[in-house]
């Protein structure tokens, strides 16, 4: 088990775009690749429908002005934090039917049920919700997953039938899978009630499966989490989705990422944020603070005369990027930590009176108030 399928491409690359193609050029390039790649026309052909799969994913983000947006500037990142195609469902291909309807209209439908009968049933997808710890997501990690998942049943071959024998032809339509009837002028074709479209049935069911040429069982995976996911992010293991019937190929299992949050951290992309409470003589004075961090506690230079709010970088102590482009930084907000004057001692109460009686005149002062004012009824 490997995640070099890991769900990290290049979207502009999968559909041969330039970075700054305009909407109207992505949708054209994508209609073409939809129309050449489309399972209907490459039947039995699965990098073909591969490559239909990644194509929908890379359009369904850079026709979306917002996640081209954030895809551009965080990469796969930019999109974990809002879900990134957590609706979007790679069996239904629900997010362009809009781009695809004019194109095949009613012969896809059709074409659905040819397909069924040509190269066999699919194995369904299937999802794994993971939770993460904080650092997990941050350092990456293995974990082993226990997935109940439907197999060919191995007593009858994934026949349905006791004993692997081959089951027999449906005698209500014949082997066709559908039966045809007369209404007005019409003559409608429509699945057979009896075997449901498959032309077999079977008279003596398989004691395991019991008919159903597929049983639950459970399988155990290692999957690799790389260094840098966040919520939101979808691993795909290639064929590690259910199995397929009558020859079909194997499901996917997309494994989604969800991340539990730090008390004291947080993580914007491959950066990550934190505030460091200091006191009012430090901000007047200048000081070194230890400031927590994935990688451990780090001293931090706070320069005399900052203001409560500022922030300040270490640079490259953030979270690895999931692009293998290095570290993001890590950025740490100043808080103004004020004492209730019970937390003091007699000393330190006197010399805050000294202090309010020299009286430094307030320097920005009368600036801000107006602008908090603004803020808080503005
Ligand atoms: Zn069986
Ligand atoms: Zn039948």
Redesign the pocket.
Known sequence: MSTKDYVEKDYYKTLGVAKDASAAEIKKVYRKLARDLHPDKNPGNAEAEEKFKEAAEAYSVLSDADKRARYDRFGHGGLGAQGGFSGFDPQTFGDFADVLGDLFGLGDLLGGGRRRGRRGQPGSDLRYDLELTFEEAAFGVSRTLRVPRLEVCSDCSGTGSAGGTAPAT?R??GGM?QVRFQQGFLTVART?P??RGR?TVVDDPCKRCHGNRRVEEERTLEVAIPAGVETGARLRLSGEGEAGLDGGPRGDLYVMLHVEEHPRLRREGPHVLSEVEVTYPQLVMGATVEVETVHGPMPLDIPAATQPGEQFRLPGQGVQRLDGRGKGDHVCFVHLQVPAPGDLGDEEKELLKRLAELGGKPIRERRKMKERVRDLFG
Do not use: F, S, Y
């Open positions: 449906c209500a339509c899978g057979c009896q075997c032309g």
